[in-house]
């Protein structure tokens, strides 16, 4: 049974926490789902996860591809293992779902206090997606009473 359109959260505010593969790209997913039913979305990236949305790692490579794995890599699999991995298994990949999200409009916010403490503070961060950097107040300001936060 499905909820009423009244039933549903006014918005979806998830804190991305971890820096496993895995739990990123279920954000993402839940992100992009959301959206998709016009439930408005935040992304709020802070400690390990910031390192999802910087611009580049070992040269060219996306910086998620070197990610841990997570629960679902095992024997010191990357993110882009897992990733290579879904696409040959027709999964919406990374960058299907981060471009969907960005696309559909959700919020991407990463947090400047998980920059200084992963030692990322000035990194580059990637371009094709809009992130505004601020903190906890900020990301709570952009909830809603009638909304429902997710931590991941």
Avoid at 15 to 30: E, N, P, Q, R, T
Avoid at 64 to 80: C, F, M, Q, Y
Avoid at 93 to 114: H, P, R, S, W, Y
Wanted: a negative charge; charged letters at 20%; proline letters at 3%.
């Amino acid at each position: 049974m499905s909820a009423s359109i009244d039933e549903r959260p006014q918005k979806l505010s998830i804190i991305v926490f971890s820096g496993d593969f895995d739990k990123v790209h279920y954000a993402l997913v839940m992100a992009s789902a959301a959206a998709a039913i016009d439930i408005p979305t935040t992304l709020f990236f802070t400690m390990g996860a910031t390192r999802a949305l910087m611009a580049t790692a070992n040269g060219n490579e996306p910086a998620w591809r070197g990610l841990p794995a997570g629960e679902i890599g095992g024997d010191g699999k990357t993110g882009g293992d897992i990733d290579d991995d879904f696409k040959d298994k027709t999964v919406a990949t990374f960058e299907d779902l981060l471009q969907a999200c960005v696309a559909m409009g959700v919020k991407f916010m990463i947090c400047d206090m998980g920059l200084r403490a992963m030692g990322l503070e000035g990194a580059s961060l990637r371009r094709d997606v809009p992130i505004e950097t601020g903190g906890m107040v900020t990301f709570l300001n952009d909830a809603k009473a009638s909304g429902q936060m997710v931590f991941v």
